[in-house]
């Protein structure tokens, strides 16, 4: 039975994490079927904006420690630059609607998205120093959008806390009520359709180049990439359709 389903709908593809009875855990053939679908998100043109949720109780548990404990058992299951890398190098939105509680390796995933939003009686944590390991793979994503700090107390304690702590030490967006979680995703869909596709990219690549250059390099890259969009069809429709009080054609089609 496939444990990862999905749906396109209007140009948003729904990914759900469906492995229930493993509490979603990054097994082979969940994190074999994710990468299936995450390349079929960024292959197609159809799909403008990606939705990652899960059903039941958990978003993620980290590993799958009974197929990790198995004398057999690969060194690692996950290719982390496959994976949780993917999500920045990808043109395409990414949109956590997390669902459930998210701990190690689900971690991960949470702060890998562009923009995630969880219900607001979901627990975080990073667990791993508990069973003896470390969370090295995941703190890649996860220290750029956190204070020396609050990493530190949270990779050392091992400790769980509530969304709403995940999303004031930078994890994650926001945390909402359970009953407005989709209401919030789908504002923060609706605003993604409502941009052009390549200026969205080009924004992710912004947000990944820009604060790793040093000053001087960063002002001629975004001047010359700035100009560069000016001139494109995207900023001809977009400045054409501002200035005729109509829609752009990227946003009529994504109604």
């Known amino acids: 039975m496939p444990v990862v389903e999905t749906e396109l709908s209007a140009g948003v593809l729904t990914v759900t994490l469906a492995d229930e009875a493993n509490r979603n855990a990054l097994g082979s053939q969940l994190v074999s079927e994710l990468m299936a679908a995450l390349d079929q998100a960024d292959a197609d043109p159809a799909v403008r904006v990606v ?11 980290g590993a799958n420690l009974s197929e990790r404990a198995s004398a057999d058992a690969p ?20 949109v956590g609607r997390i669902a459930g509680h998210c701990v190690a390796g689900g971690m991960g995933l949470a ?11 979901t627990m975080f944590g990073f667990t791993e120093v508990r ?13 750029p959008k956190m204070r020396r700090t609050d990493a530190a107390a ?29 209401d919030e995703v789908a504002a923060v869909v609706g605003d993604l359709l409502l941009g052009a596709p390549e200026a969205i990219a080009q924004a992710k690549q912004l947000l990944a180049q820009v604060p790793a250059m040093p000053v001087d390099e960063a002002f001629a890259f975004t ?19 501002y200035l005729e009080k109509r829609s752009p054609s990227w946003a009529s089609r994504a109604q």
């Not at 939705?51 to 548990?61: D, H, I, M, S, W």
């Open 223 to 241: 001047g010359e990439l700035s100009a560069r969009l000016f001139k494109s069809e995207e900023a001809r429709e977009g400045i054409t359709a």
């Open 131 to 143: 069973i003896g390991v470390i969370p090295a793979v995941i703190s890649v994503v996860c220290l």
């Open 111 to 121: 702060a890998a998205m562009d923009i995630s939003i969880a219900a607001d009686d």
């Open 154 to 182: 949270a990779f050392l304690r091992g400790n769980r806390f509530p969304a709403a702590e995940a999303a004031r030490i930078g994890l994650i967006n926001s945390a909402v009520p359970r009953d407005a979680l989709d």
């Open 51 to 61: 939705v990652l949720t899960n059903v039941g109780k958990v978003f993620c548990a």
């Open 75 to 94: 060194a690692a299951v996950v290719d982390p630059q496959r994976l949780f890398g993917r999500f920045r190098r990808s043109p395409k939105p990414y």
